[in-house]
Structures are given as C-alpha cells and as structure tokens.
C-alpha cells in the first residue's frame, strides 16, 4: 500500500512558513477540492491520481518521495504481532 504523507508535509510546510496552514488553505492554493484533500489526510490508503500528487508536490515543494511511502503489509501471522 502507498501511504500519503500529508499530514507530515503540512506540518514542515507550517514549520518553514511560520504561520499556521490549513486544510482548506491547501484547498484554495492547489485547487484541489477540500473533500479529496480531507480524504487524503484522514482515510489509510486513499487512492488518488498523479495530478493531484504532482500539485501536493508542488505546493510543498517536495519530491514525491518525500509524499509518498511504500508501506508493505504483515504476510503472516507471526509478522503480524511484531
């Protein structure tokens, strides 16, 4: 499963811009509606499209390995309890 970073990248973004930023910020900077910005904050394994990837990236000004992260399930049940 590829896991978005979203809320992490907000954060740093916040961090280097010294204010506050907001989901709805992100919305009306991107273009991106506040729905699918809110489901890719809230739901594990939201699938979303490059085009939106590429206008995170961009407002983040990050690499979309900084975005995006490989999370590969337990295969078994004794990797499962680790």
């Known amino acids: 499963m590829i896991r978005i970073l979203f809320r992490q990248q907000l954060d740093e973004k ?5 204010k506050r930023i907001t989901i709805g910020d992100v919305a ?3 273009g991106i509606s506040r729905a699918t910005i809110t489901r890719i904050a809230n739901v594990p394994g939201y699938n979303t499209n490059t085009d939106t990837i590429n ?10 390995s900084e975005l995006l992260q490989l999370v590969n ?8 309890m680790k």
């Open 14 to 18: 916040s961090f280097r811009d010294g």
């Open 28 to 30: 009306e900077q991107t």
């Open 55 to 64: 206008l995170l990236c961009n407002y983040f000004e990050c690499e979309p």
């Open 73 to 80: 399930p337990p295969t078994s049940d004794s990797e499962k």
